[in-house]
């Protein structure tokens, strides 16, 4: 294993309730340092990848049954979350997960539960530098908080446990254009800033390959395409599935989309 | 208007060691959705431990204390790692069962160890603490259970509003999934609520059985009334209990004194069944937050 790679994902299998596979044989490699961007289709299994490494997976009821999953060497397939968060993953789930009857404030003390006890003042601090607009919010309750600011709640709180590895569900979901370019921008500064490593799962694939380094693309449970994030741009199957933009070019109507007729080559 | 005071007086103290009691009930529920039918066994245990180490022991009173509440607290640790740990993830009337199975059991212990007799703590409580005003005469064991009620409240509110302990505690019952992303340590707050919420049943039970004497039967029955108060106030809210135990207390007090003695028991139930028609969440439930 090469020195700069920060987890490697190791040809994994994970199987819900003892029968229904979801990943079959998916294998991936994150740098130090790096936004790697996991894109696909609904159900093609980006989440689950997710809940393999943060270890969200067991409550589920799911397992990885083959395959390693190795952070900083250590083999962490299978291991409970609280074993998992505490040497550094976080995950933030899907769908604005906040505490909605803790204030703002109280949200964000829950992520130093990895490291209880120890002061967190610095790391408030922070989260309210890059999260200005929670500042005012403070003391309200999350639940009466806009969809924006709890996206910004929900990557603050992970990142007052001070990730080094930080998996990120879907932030832009069911948010404004100018929302999703803020909360984008804001995670590229973080990832600069402190150096956080961060897995981007997202279908607004535009966006998520305009600030990651790497991407992969999931079907059906396997990882069908990858590269630097420049090519994936560029790539005409990328750009007809997921970017919306004809191999031309050119954006196209809805009366031109007949996708079924382009064959993607990965198939 | 004495007689209205006096009553008054009576029925707060009553209701302070009814909330008291059900702020244990609660706080299970909330972190773990775990109704706790040995609620009112696990008074009876402390207040039969406090009574073996103050009498049979003869330890000074607030050694005894002390270790009762540690006592307590231990035993929640146990009965969570070794009866409810195994069963997260089961349906509700299993762990609902178990709880049954619990107080029966401990029912039983208790029975054959001290028999169904009553029994009585030795006196200790500084004659201090009562005091007359005008006719109205406050004893001291009400003073007594209406300290003890204070302090408690104040100090779980505390600690659930600002300790970061609390409030990993709160955000367990918020949003489970969550709290586990984050890194809290799920079953632990399972535990530690259950320690809490023995601890807080012994401290109520020490209270009753100052008042009332000691009793399997009475001291258990009364865990019974935490019923009442919690769906009087809201299952899942700790100021709901507080407020229900009060509530409750007066009643009870108010109708024994106006109506008749024999009323007294019954009126908490009646009343139990109106809120229910009403508001079925209770009157502090949480009704969900919903932005529209």
């Not at chain 1, 009821?61 to 083959?66: D, F, L, M, P, S």
């Not at chain 1, 990730?163 to 569900?169: A, M, N």
């Not at chain 2, 984050?182 to 023995?198: C, D, M, N, P, T």
Request: charged share 15%; with cysteine.
């Amino acid at each position: 294993m090469e020195n700069n790679t920060l987890l490697q994902i190791n040809n994994i299998s994970v199987v819900y309730s003892d029968v229904i596979q979801i990943l079959k044989g998916v294998s991936l490699d994150v740098t130090r340092s790096q936004i790697v961007s996991l894109l696909g289709s609904n159900g093609a299994g980006k989440t689950t990848t997710l809940k393999a490494i943060s270890g969200l997976l067991k409550p589920e009821n799911g397992k990885v049954t083959e395959g390693t999953i190795n952070y900083r060497g250590h083999n962490i397939q299978n291991s409970a979350p609280e074993a998992i968060t505490r040497l550094g993953i976080i995950q933030v789930l899907e769908g604005r997960q906040a505490f909605k009857y803790l204030t703002v404030e109280e949200n964000l003390r829950v992520g130093t539960a990895t490291r209880w006890g120890k002061p967190y003042r610095k790391d408030l601090e922070l989260v309210y530098h890059y999260f200005a607009p929670l500042v005012a919010r403070k003391h309200s309750l999350a639940g009466y908080c806009s969809g924006g600011e709890l996206q910004m709640l929900v990557i603050g709180r992970a990142l007052m446990a001070q990730p080094r590895l930080l998996l990120l569900d879907e932030p832009s979901l069911g948010l404004a254009p100018l929302l999703v370019k803020e909360i984008f921008e804001i995670v590229r500064r973080i990832n600069e800033e402190q150096c956080t490593t961060l897995i981007l799962v997202e279908q607004n694939a535009n966006m998520a390959l305009q600030i990651a380094h790497f991407g992969y693309v999931m079907e059906n449970g396997r990882i069908v395409l990858k590269g630097d994030a420049k090519d994936l741009r560029e790539n005409p199957d990328v750009k007809e599935s997921y970017l919306g933009v004809a191999a031309s070019g050119t954006i196209k109507s809805y009366g031109d989309v007949k996708a079924y007729k382009r064959r993607k080559r990965w198939l | 208007m004495e007689f209205f005071l006096q009553i008054l007086i009576n029925g707060l103290s009553i209701g302070f060691l009814y909330a008291l009691a059900a702020l244990g009930f609660v706080m299970i529920f909330k972190s773990s959705s775990v109704l706790n039918f040995a609620h009112g066994e696990l008074m009876a245990l402390g207040a039969f431990l406090f009574l073996v180490l103050s009498t049979w022991a003869r330890l000074p009173i607030v050694l005894a204390l002390l270790l009762t509440l540690i006592g307590s607290f231990s035993l929640g640790f146990v009965i969570e790692r070794f009866f409810l740990r195994p069963l997260i993830g089961e349906a509700l009337i299993e762990v609902i069962m178990l709880t049954v199975g619990l107080a029966i059991m401990f029912k039983g212990l208790m029975l054959f160890i001290f028999g169904g007799d009553i029994h009585s703590y030795p006196e200790f409580l500084p004659k201090a603490l009562a005091f007359h005003w005008g006719a109205v005469e406050v004893p001291g064991v009400y003073v007594a259970s209406f300290l003890a009620g204070l302090i408690f409240l104040a100090l779980f509110g505390f600690f659930f509003k600002y300790s970061s302990q609390g409030i990993y505690m709160r955000s367990v019952a918020d949003n489970q999934r969550a709290a586990m992303s984050l890194g809290v340590h799920v079953r632990r707050v399972f535990a530690l609520s259950w320690a809490i919420a023995a601890l807080v049943c012994a401290m109520s039970g020490i209270v009753l059985g100052i008042i009332n004497g000691i009793n399997v039967h009475e001291v258990s029955s009364i865990g019974l009334k935490v019923f009442p108060v919690v769906i009087l106030g809201g299952l899942d809210s700790i100021g709901g209990a507080i407020l229900g135990g009060i509530i409750i207390g007066l009643l009870e007090t108010f109708t024994g004194g106006y109506i008749s003695t024999a009323l007294r028991e019954v009126v908490p139930y009646i009343v139990l069944i109106i809120i229910l028609l009403i508001k079925p969440y209770g009157l502090f439930g949480l009704a969900e937050i919903e932005r529209v």
